[in-house]
């Protein structure tokens, strides 16, 4: 009676893992396809301004790579990374960020 009751704990204990998990995937995916939108608003900003960064653009194919890849974790922190780099784009197009002496 006990090894049953302990089998069973045991199988409910595993399917809450495996919703949780589930469910922070969601929301990791959400979050990167939220971010990866973004970047590719930003990206087509900056080239109509012609303010594109080469490392913007790169950060932006690789964290659609992840995404395909279905990397969420990696592929929110590369299109983030794409985001402040277009943004420095676009800053530094309406004024340097820096004067050279």
């Known amino acids: 009676m006990i090894s049953i009751f302990r089998r069973l704990t045991f199988i409910f204990l595993i399917s809450q893992l495996t ?14 396809e939220s ?18 960064w080469i ?3 790169e ?7 992840l995404a395909s890849n279905q990397l969420y ?3 929110l ?7 402040h780099f277009f943004t420095l784009g676009l800053e530094q197009k309406k004024e340097p960020l820096y004067e050279h002496r």
């Open 35 to 52: 971010a990866l939108a973004e970047a590719r608003s930003l990206n087509e900003k900056a080239r109509i301004e012609g303010a594109r």
């Open 77 to 83: 922190e590369v299109a983030n990374k794409a985001i």
């Open 55 to 57: 490392i913007a653009e």
């Open 73 to 75: 974790p990696d592929a």
């Open 19 to 32: 919703t949780i998990s589930a469910y922070g995937q969601s929301d990791i995916q959400n979050r990167a």
């Open 59 to 65: 950060h932006l194919l690789a964290a659609e790579e």
